[in-house]
């Protein structure tokens, strides 16, 4: 008896795993497919502070889809990036700090959120984006820019006062699952040749043919808005981030748009804006983030226009999931919302 419950059960799970496998091919015959997806991550803005002074970014929103409820999921930079890569934290958010409602407690005067330290046990083996993708017979690299050399794992790379160099590995989710030696690759984990600087990344449009399926690029911290001992004198970090938006992603951008591919401009984490919860005696005992961040699309597929549905991070990998027919990698990205309103019907 044990042995037939057994096999119904196994029976149940293949049954399952097929009517899944149905529901996403019907639903990937019905969307638009990229050939190439480019994710840009930025950091620490508030889509409130989206300001017309960020001239390139401005023009992309008017010209592009502009996600006006979107998300972050945690503060502080660290559980984003993991997020979007991962469907999961790994362990660095701050979800068991939480109260039931939701809101981060405020103790001895320190609001509890995740951490930024550097992840314990790497290569992990949990899935990831990268590694589904190579599964699948698609391809995945990331380019960090001021990464010293492809296959870099070290914490840091950062220059003198003024030298405009500052990589830092919190904003680097994939180099945790790379694997030690390239000629044996644990399970979800990836190969040195994945983790490169962004010194790599192709500026004409014969490069753009031959990028991955889904590539990310992550600015330096004084790039991608963040802040920098190594900036140069009086750096205004969002012209620093649009210039550099608009120097160095730009000619992919317009490649994209006759090309059969996507760009993906997105942020970390807003300015810690919160609303506050007050004890009965007025002392703010917790915050309740709201972590409302830009996020815009644009591509050859993407309908111009604004659009005010709920998305967050977790929502990235849900949606190139269900362009490339992948199974979620884990309990965020599960129950993300798929990004379909934007992209044109074949």
Known sequence: MPNRASAMFRLLAVFQAFLWFLAVDHAAAEEWIPDHIVIVIEENLSYRNLVPELQYLTELMRHHANFTNAHGVDH???????????????????????????????????????????????????PNLGAALIRSGRSFAGYSEDLPHPGFI??????????????????????????????????????????????????????FANLPTVAIVVPNQINDGHQSSAAPPETNYGQAMDAWLRRNIEPYRRWAMSHNSLLIITWDEDEDDYTPVNDANGKRVAKRYLNHIPTIMAGQGVITGTYDEYIDLYSIPRTIETFYQLQPLASGDTAARIISSPFRKP
């Open 76 to 126: 502080p930079s660290q559980p984003n990036y993991l997020a979007l890569f991962s469907g999961s934290a790994q362990g660095t958010g701050s979800e068991a700090k939480r109260n039931p409602d939701g809101s981060n407690p405020i103790i001895d005067g320190r609001t509890q959120v995740g951490s930024n330290e550097m992840i314990k046990d790497t290569p992990l083996t949990t």
């Open 154 to 207: 070290g914490n840091s790379h950062v220059g003198p006062p003024g030298s405009g160099v500052d990589y830092q590995r919190k904003h680097n989710p994939w180099v945790n699952w790379q694997a030690v030696n390239d000629n044996t690759i644990g399970r979800n984990q990836l190969a040195s040749t994945t983790n490169l600087p962004f010194s790599a990344f192709p500026r004409e449009d014969a490069g």
